[in-house]
């Protein structure tokens, strides 16, 4: 007995907001990213395996033309420092392709924050329009109302003269 699954999807006339579209290619760039990271490992690893293997042969046809243990020995051991100078040329040029991941990532997560406040702000001043406060947006008229009434609590209406009286 086969069980099918039934998948209603209403049809209201849906398009995808730019959000939505936003988001998505965001997902896309940052999943290129981690695979170009990929891409450059895996040719690193295929560089290294490759030359390896070569030097390994030429170095097994060699030690197999020495007439003695000892000289086919004394080759291998020469190229000891060779191969300890190729590791860690392996991981420098590994870390760095990893590290060059790892910034271009905190950048790009960094645009994306920075555009998705630059929106909330954006989306929060359009909604304040015509809302703000007087104080705020400087108000001529509320500091000439202020100062009207600074200067009548000083001299009172009437004959403009100060007198101790008026307080």
């Not at 988001?23 to 030359?51: I, P, Q």
């Not at 030429?58 to 000891?80: C, F, G, P």
């Amino acid at each position: 007995m086969a069980k099918e699954a039934l998948v209603v999807v209403p049809e209201n006339g849906y398009k995808a907001t730019e959000h939505a579209t936003t988001n998505t290619a965001d997902g896309y760039a940052t999943a290129s990213l981690y695979v170009g990271a990929a891409e450059k490992l895996f040719e690193l690893n295929r560089t290294a395996v490759l030359t390896s293997i070569d030097e390994q042969c030429a170095v097994a046809i060699k030690a197999a033309d020495e007439r003695s243990l000892l000289a086919a020995w004394r080759l291998q051991a020469s190229y000891v420092f060779a191969g300890t100078a190729k590791a860690v040329a392996y991981w420098r040029h590994a870390s760095e392709i990893l590290l060059d991941t790892y910034a271009d990532a905190v950048s790009d997560a960094e645009n994306r924050l920075n555009r998705g406040f630059l929106a909330m702000t954006g989306a929060l001043e359009d909604m304040t329009v015509g809302v703000g406060s007087t104080i705020l947006t400087g108000d001529p008229d509320l500091a000439t109302e202020r100062m009207k009434e600074t200067a009548d609590i000083i001299a009172p209406p009437g004959n403009g003269k100060f007198s101790g009286a008026a307080r």
